[in-house]
């Protein structure tokens, strides 16, 4: 079973038709259609909203290694398993990620990430319905400060008289960076921003129960 297999099996299980992803996703017809031929594999920011409208998680989508929609998530604190989990921010603390932290994490909540990420990497939970319908309030993203801000990604970064960080997706216009929320009801639609401001990539997000 390839990809393309796995997002048909995920598709039925849903009830979902292509339009359906395509909407969901934000994703061409045509693209959607390479991804259920085979001749492509969703990437990018498309990964992480494909395995949120099929209820699945990333890795399993693209390499079919763990379970569907399992996601295994542990705050075990033992030394062992420090290792490979990554720490819980508030939106505020995440403000200072690539500077000097002016807290303790020995006390945040872990979470191990299922893709592959950087040792950098941190947690944040969703606040709001900005982000929806690709991401929910309550949702649980991984932040990599190390991958490549590239556009149509979601991303991290700081806005200019805000305590706390913001989410949104990053569109790239010739030289030019713009923040943009999922929502199409959300007032501000566009907000320019500098490549420095930017703190991290969302390069998964789930869900815990």
Not at 14 to 28: E, F, H, M
Not at 76 to 81: A, F, G, W, Y
Request: charged share 20%; proline share 5%; glycine share 10%.
């Amino acid at each position: 079973m390839d990809t393309s297999d796995r997002i048909k099996q995920r598709m039925n299980a849903s009830g979902l038709r292509a339009v359906d992803v395509a909407k969901l996703t934000g994703a061409s017809k045509g693209t959607v259609s390479q991804w259920l031929n085979g001749i492509a594999k969703p990437s990018g920011g498309y990964i992480l909203a494909l395995s949120k409208a099929l209820d699945c998680q990333a890795d399993w989508l693209l390499s079919g290694k763990g379970a569907p929609n399992n996601f295994a998530i542990s705050n075990v604190r033992s030394e062992s398993d420090l290792a490979g989990s990554y720490p819980l921010l508030s939106w505020t603390q995440a403000r200072q990620v690539g500077g000097d932290f002016d807290f303790n994490l020995e006390d945040n909540t872990r979470y191990r990430c299922p893709v592959s990420c950087s040792d950098s990497t941190f947690v944040l939970k969703v606040q709001g319905v900005s982000m929806q319908p690709i991401f929910n309030d309550g949702d649980l993203i991984f932040i990599d400060p190390e991958a490549d801000k590239t556009n149509g990604k979601y991303v991290i970064a700081i806005i200019e008289g805000e305590e706390e960080v913001t989410f949104r997706q990053l569109i790239i216009e010739g030289k030019r960076l713009f923040l943009k929320p999922n929502n199409p009801n959300w007032p501000e639609q566009l907000v320019p921003i500098e490549e420095s401001f930017i703190l991290g990539v969302i390069i998964f997000g789930g869900r815990t129960f």
